[in-house]
Structure formats: structure tokens, C-alpha cells
């Protein structure tokens, strides 16, 4: 256990639909970062967030947004879903801002 | 930009065996820092060993040790005495030294042979 929660641990929806995906950090992190990995691929940076503030930015789609609150707990909104949006959605976050601690993934299926 | 190469799209091992993971990396950055993570059926994402670039000695965790050699851009991971449990997808990744820019390579699959 990473101490890095997600939820929820599985999310299905249609076409066209506005998810919310929830991540709490392990305690004292400040650091949060989110990644796809759609089925049998790497995985694709979206984006950093440190204490509250962007740090970094990958490869996120406009339709995608993020953030952090002033509990460090962050939230990835992923709007007008599409099928190819279906993916495991993976929140990590770190102390010292290099080594990341997974959480356990957000499995969006997209229907 | 920085990139991260991993050129064994799968590999396979016999319990027991050493194999070695390929990892080749390209940055601009000085300081870096480079990782070895696994990833099982579960899916679940677990740091194996980590690697500072201004650190000369190469990084050893029990089974798994590295061989980095800076100059070449390259981070291998030996996995020592491979056991079933070793069975995992593997991705190198590299980080800036302020955590931007971390980049994670496509993996390996690892197949532990009984």
C-alpha cells in the first residue's frame, strides 16, 4: 500500500458525460501528479500540481482539467467523454518532488 | 525534450536466472534522477529502485541493481535469482530535478519461466 488512495476504483459511462476522479496523497506529499494508461500502453503524463499551484503540464486535453485544494487532495475532471477516453487513470505524488508513489488507479470505461 | 527508450518489448527468464532490462534515456538536464518501476497484473504501480544522476555508485535494492552509465545514457536493471513474482510489466522513467518533466518509457514484459 503506497498510502496514495483513489477513488472511485471503477467508473463506467457514456459518450458525451462530465467524470470526476478523486485522489488523496499520502500525508505530508505535496506533490500531485495524474497519468493515463490506456490498455497495454505506457503511460501518458497529464499533469503536476504542487501545494495547490500547476506545476507542470503534459499531454492533457482541453476537455480535461485539474486541481489541487488547500488539503492537498486533487481532482481530475474529464468532460464530454469519449470512447478513446477509456483508460486507467493514475494519480501519484511525491515528497521530495522525484520519487512517486502510485495510487491504485481509476479504471473509466467509457461506454 | 527528454525521452525515454526501452528497446525489449518483452522479455522471458527462467526462475533463478539473472536477466537484464534496457533503458536508454535523452535530457539536457544536469541533475536527473532515473527510476525502475514494476507493474503486475494488478496493475499497480511500485517503485523498484531509484537512481540519482550525480551519484557515481549504482544503485542496489535486494535482487534488482542497476548499471548506469552516464555518459551513454543508458539504465539497465538486473534482476537477480528471478522469481515467479518477478513477472511484471517494467518502465524506466526519468524526472527533472524539481519533478517536472517525468517521462516514463513504453516497458518491458517480464515472463518468469518456472
Known amino acids: 500500500d503506497s498510502g496514495v488512495t483513489q477513488t472511485p476504483k471503477h467508473l463506467i459511462t457514456a459518450t458525451g458525460q462530465r467524470v470526476t476522479l478523486r485522489c488523496s496523497p499520502r500525508?505530508?506529499?505535496?506533490?500531485v501528479y495524474w497519468y493515463q494508461q490506456s490498455l497495454d500502453q505506457g503511460l501518458q503524463f497529464l499533469i503536476q500540481?504542487?501545494?495547490?499551484?500547476?506545476?507542470a503540464k503534459g499531454n492533457i486535453l482541453e476537455r480535461f482539467s485539474a486541481q489541487q485544494f488547500p488539503d492537498l487532495h486533487s481532482e481530475l475532471n474529464l468532460s464530454s467523454l469519449e470512447l478513446g477516453d477509456s483508460a486507467l487513470y493514475f494519480c501519484?505524488?511525491?515528497?521530495?518532488?522525484?520519487?512517486?508513489?502510485f495510487g491504485p488507479g481509476t479504471r473509466l470505461t467509457v461506454l | 525534450a527528454q525521452t525515454v527508450t526501452q528497446s525489449q518489448p518483452e522479455m522471458s527468464v527462467q526462475e533463478a536466472e539473472t536477466v537484464t532490462l534496457s533503458c536508454t534515456y535523452d535530457t539536457s538536464e544536469s541533475d536527473y534522477y532515473l527510476f525502475w518501476y514494476k507493474q503486475p497484473p494488478s496493475r499497480q504501480m511500485i517503485l523498484v529502485i531509484r537512481?540519482?544522476?550525480?551519484?557515481?555508485q549504482n544503485a542496489t535494492e535486494n535482487r534488482f541493481s542497476v548499471n548506469f552509465q552516464k555518459a551513454a545514457k543508458s539504465f539497465s536493471l538486473k534482476i537477480s535469482d528471478s522469481q515467479l513474482g518477478d513477472a511484471a510489466m517494467y518502465f524506466c522513467a526519468l524526472g527533472g530535478n524539481y519533478g517536472q518533466n517525468f517521462v516514463f518509457g513504453p516497458g518491458t514484459r517480464l515472463s518468469v519461466l518456472p
Open positions: 500540481y504542487y501545494n495547490g499551484e500547476e506545476r
Open positions: 500525508s505530508g506529499d505535496l506533490s
Open positions: 537512481q540519482e544522476a550525480y551519484k557515481q
Open positions: 501519484a505524488s511525491s515528497v521530495d518532488v522525484n520519487e512517486q508513489f
